[in-house]
DNA sequence: GCGATCAGTT
DNA sequence: CACAACTGATCGC
């Protein structure tokens, strides 16, 4: 396609539209509150969901797309200021609340972007995806596929929400004496939570701008954060460590549950493709995790453990938002593009999609260097001026024994709040809690439910 | 004070 | 070269 048109999930200058899969983060690298260049599209319960993290946005740049059916834009070519045409349609993605994938067909050809989405079999919104798009096609092909490639590589199997679900609820019923901690983002898993909620009859602790979420997205009886009401509560990722679990184990006996695609890995390892004999081996090596609840695995999880133990007081759980690689596979196949682009450029790992299923496709694989230049599918944060990063990414990271250390010589953060949104176990153990409201104050107060 | 960018965390 | 997702500090305006 022409450039200049349109972007997804893009925000530098230069489109005439702009179209928002889903609100997380690496979405929304570039897109601010002040935005005024063009219309943003997305769904409805994106749209919801967006003041609450663009406060003072010009809603009025919003355009809602409901999901199933077409929606033209009339648009002007750049280079001949001639009309063009875009015929648009938004998709359930079924990866995180308001996420879905779009479907854009025009003289150019026909694209699909997925966003990130997970493509579960038997799943009652996962078949009406399905349906949808295979409506939504019919005889045209898919000429690009921009596809959420990442777990795009054989290693990553695991099982689906519901049964990954269920071994959380599972840990948690086999632990009935402990505390509970889950980390969570700022979206997402939402339906773990209420299974879990379910399951168990309890209601789920969440931090104060999660709720709002929660209010937001429908759910008013089953979150709450009053921590008196209930013994599992879902803290932000970004809090849950080692040395917060060890820190609630002083107060009283708690385990912790992460809930990922990622596998974990024992040991953190050095290199890039050693990844994956890491990842076998540890299969291999690493005593069987205790898990009461019986059934482990479908056996779409092959022979890795889903559900590990990989330290005394924490449990992660393969439950993921993001389609594993046979669900890939099964996606690829069912849409045939004649070429495809992964929309996350960044793992070695995760090679491109060409590399496994090239076979599948029509015909060839766009040039990489090509569709770098003239790039407009994709996640914002791999756009245009490439940023040079120096971090280096290790699976293990969680287990290093330096990151504890250097954690502990820092100090516990017991009683310092010093963000309005930075959840520390001061906050779980309700430390300093009560005098201090300042804590969840800040522009994201304003609640909007 | 705001947003973009960088650096660092889990 | 490159985990994903996120926060906090810093810098330019």
């Not at 994938?101 to 003289?107: H, K, P």
Request: proline share 4%; charged share 20%; aromatic share 10%.
């Amino acid at each position: 396609m022409e450039k200049g048109l349109i972007s997804v999930d893009r925000w530098a200058e230069g489109s005439q539209a702009y179209f928002l899969t889903n609100l997380r983060t690496d979405h929304t690298q570039g897109l601010s509150s002040t935005w005024a260049m063009a219309p943003i599209f997305c769904s409805r319960v994106t749209a919801k969901l967006f003041p609450f993290k663009f406060p003072n946005f010009n809603l009025s740049l919003l355009r809602v797309l409901d999901l199933g059916s077409w929606h033209s834009l009339s648009l002007i070519s750049p280079s001949t200021g001639s009309k063009v045409t875009v015929q648009v349609m938004a998709i359930d993605a079924y990866h995180c609340p308001g996420a879905v994938m779009f479907l854009f067909r025009g003289e150019f050809g026909c694209m699909l972007n997925t966003g990130d989405f997970r493509w579960e079999k038997n799943c009652e919104r996962a078949k009406l995806a399905k349906e949808m798009l295979l409506n939504a096609l019919k005889d045209d092909a898919v000429d690009v596929l921009y596809l959420d490639n990442t777990y795009c590589n054989p290693t990553f199997q695991f099982p689906t929400r519901e049964v990954a679900a269920k071994q959380v609820a599972d840990i948690i019923s086999s632990h009935p004496d402990h505390d509970i901690v889950i980390g969570i983002d700022t979206l997402g898993k939402e339906d773990l939570l209420l299974h879990i909620s379910n399951a168990l009859n309890v209601k789920i602790w969440v931090w104060p701008e999660r709720l709002q979420t929660m209010h937001l997205l429908g759910f008013h009886d089953i979150f709450t954060t009053d921590t008196s009401l209930t013994r599992v509560r879902a803290i932000p990722h970004y809090s849950f460590s080692i040395n917060t679990l060890e820190g609630l184990n002083r107060m009283h006996p708690t385990i912790g549950i992460i809930p990922s695609g990622l596998p974990w890995v024992v040991k953190p390892f050095e290199g890039n493709c050693k990844l994956f004999d890491s990842l076998l081996t540890s299969g291999h090596n690493r005593s069987k995790m205790s898990s009461k609840g019986g059934k482990q695995n479908d056996k779409s999880n092959g022979n890795l453990e889903s559900v590990k133990r990989f330290h005394k007081y924490v449990y992660s759980v393969q439950y993921s938002d993001h389609s594993s690689y046979l669900e890939i596979e099964e996606f690829i196949k069912l849409v045939q593009p004649t070429s495809m682009k992964g929309i996350v450029s960044s793992s070695s790992c995760n090679v491109d999609p060409f590399y496994y299923f090239g076979r599948i496709c029509g015909i060839n694989q766009p040039s990489q260097k090509l569709d770098n230049e003239h790039q407009t599918f994709g996640r914002g944060v791999y756009s245009g001026i490439e940023k040079k990063r120096k971090r280096v990414g290790r699976l293990g990271f969680y287990l290093s024994r330096v990151t504890v250390m250097r954690r502990g010589r820092k100090g516990d953060g017991l009683v310092e709040m010093p963000s309005a949104t930075y959840i520390n176990i001061a906050v779980l153990l309700k430390i300093g809690l009560e005098g201090d409201r300042n804590v969840y104050r800040k522009e994201n107060a304003r609640a909007l439910d």
